[in-house]
């Protein structure tokens, strides 16, 4: 379910019993798709999606397996049993076709964080516009303009299959809500007339599956719609409930730590000069130093070049040792994904490289041994903040092959306040909507704590109070 690419997509697990082998942690990113289970009564198997039921045993006539199929069928109509408390902490995969009638989509937005990633960063797609026969490549200023119109809560409203997409009172689109899927049948917008959307696989005006930005839409999926259910969400074509954000979010908030010093942070870097020495103290970077990562030895500027992360800490006075990445952002607050897609790619790619491979480390050094230079001003801040050049390689070898070191990543923002997600989340436990982006934050983050679970390693968020 997560909607980074760098995420592990699926994975089997196999156990006498599963409480006793997977954690909690970062579960209910994953949503079954399908699971056996064995008891007293038999050994049964079962696929969400298909709703199919099995029990092994041996061969029986047409009459026994006519009468397991009504006891089934009575049991799941009864609905008296209740769900095992393990298997609750999955999101859970929901039939569009199975939707309670009166359950009403009311927000549609796109993935505009997406589609920008995917043309400015990944350079999968562009967009192009007839001019005179000829198609032209739209400039950054243009394609920027045309994601921020595409930036929008869409409305949703209708009673029917077919649905209008309202922005500010005014019909700009429909959907169409069918038993597999939800699609995009319809998007008006002013600044998306006449645009369309190539694979950069095609020289500019050559792609023969150029289509119009509607389509593209709708053919990836790149939207996500809310329900009058607030624990529902179609997400990149699959609709799911996730019980935890209506419950308050109590697990998710324990990922986000507060820290005071970013309140008055002003840039992710700071301002540079030549006899600098260090990070300005009101930067992302200078929080960084000096208190998100107090206490370790070893801490290293990384930024920049082939970077795993903005600094990379080593603790072998602890109890565990640790390693932890940093990845420091600074921004306006917001309760959005925008801010949080590039350094929680960035973060979920770099989770390999937390063993520090020997190798790859040596191939660092020389660059760690000089100062930091930035825009062209060559400071006189060192990358080796603490620690000894001489002894570093070896204190990163203790860390490494310590049995129980610990792994950490941390993104830092100043642009993220707990109080505010904590305030959503009670919100949206009291009933009220939730903000469409919002949503896409939390599974957004949510993805980004699993996917450190997956790799062995345990994700933050340094925020605002």
Not at 201 to 220: A, E, F, N, S, V
Not at 347 to 374: C, P, V
């Amino acid at each position: 379910m997560s909607v980074s690419r760098f995420a592990m997509r699926n994975k089997t697990f196999e156990a006498d019993d599963l409480r006793d082998v997977v954690g909690t942690a970062g579960s209910n990113r994953y949503a079954p798709q399908t699971y056996s289970v064995r008891s007293d009564t038999g050994h049964f198997s079962t696929t969400p999606n298909t709703g199919r039921i099995a029990q092994r045993s041996d061969r029986v006539d047409y009459e026994s397996l006519v009468d397991y199929a009504k006891l089934v069928i009575d049991d799941l109509a009864d609905g008296a049993a209740v769900p095992a408390a393990f298997m609750r902490n999955f999101a859970r995969p929901i039939s569009l076709e199975h939707l309670d009638d009166n359950t009403r989509p009311v927000i549609l937005a796109v993935d505009v964080a997406g589609i920008g990633e995917a043309i400015h960063d990944r350079r999968d797609i562009r967009l192009v516009r007839d001019v005179g026969g000829h198609h032209v490549a739209l400039s950054n200023v243009e394609v920027d303009a045309i994601l921020t119109d595409l930036a929008t809560a869409f409305n949703v409203q209708g009673d029917e299959k077919l649905l209008e997409l309202l922005r500010e009172g005014e019909r700009v689109g429909a959907i169409a809500l069918n038993k597999s899927r939800i699609a995009l049948r319809d998007l008006q917008l002013p600044l998306c007339a006449e645009v369309e959307v190539e694979s950069c696989d095609h020289p500019l005006g050559q792609d023969p599956d150029r289509m119009t930005i509607r389509r593209y839409l709708d053919r990836t999926d790149s939207f996500i719609v809310l329900f009058d259910q607030l624990n529902l969400a179609y997400i990149h074509g699959t609709l799911f409930r996730d019980d935890a954000i209506v419950g308050g979010g109590a697990t998710f908030l324990r990922y986000l730590r507060p820290e005071a010093l970013l309140v008055p942070v002003t840039s992710e870097k700071g301002a540079f000069t030549v006899p600098q020495t260090t990070f300005d103290a009101d930067s992302t970077f200078g929080v960084v130093i000096a208190r998100v990562a107090d206490g370790d030895d070893v801490l290293v500027c990384d930024d920049l070049g082939d970077e795993w992360a903005d600094f990379i800490g080593v603790n072998n006075g602890s109890t565990p040792p640790r390693i932890t990445f940093y990845h420091a952002k600074h921004g306006p607050l917001s309760l959005g994904a925008s801010p949080f897609h590039v350094s929680v790619s960035q973060a979920m790619k770099n989770l390999r490289r937390m063993n520090l491979a020997a190798d790859e480390i040596e191939q660092k050094m020389a660059g760690w041994q000089t100062t930091y230079n930035n825009d062209g001003v060559a400071t006189s801040i060192p990358r080796i903040i603490r620690g000894d050049a001489a002894t570093l390689q070896d204190e990163i070898a203790r860390a490494r092959i310590a049995p129980d070191t610990t792994r950490r990543v941390f993104i830092v923002t100043s642009s993220l306040s707990r109080q505010a997600v904590e305030n959503a989340l009670a919100a949206i436990a009291g009933g009220e909507a939730p903000d469409p982006y919002f949503v896409q934050l939390y599974w957004l983050l949510s993805s980004f704590f699993s996917a450190c679970t997956d790799m062995n390693a345990n994700g933050y968020v340094s925020c605002r109070p």
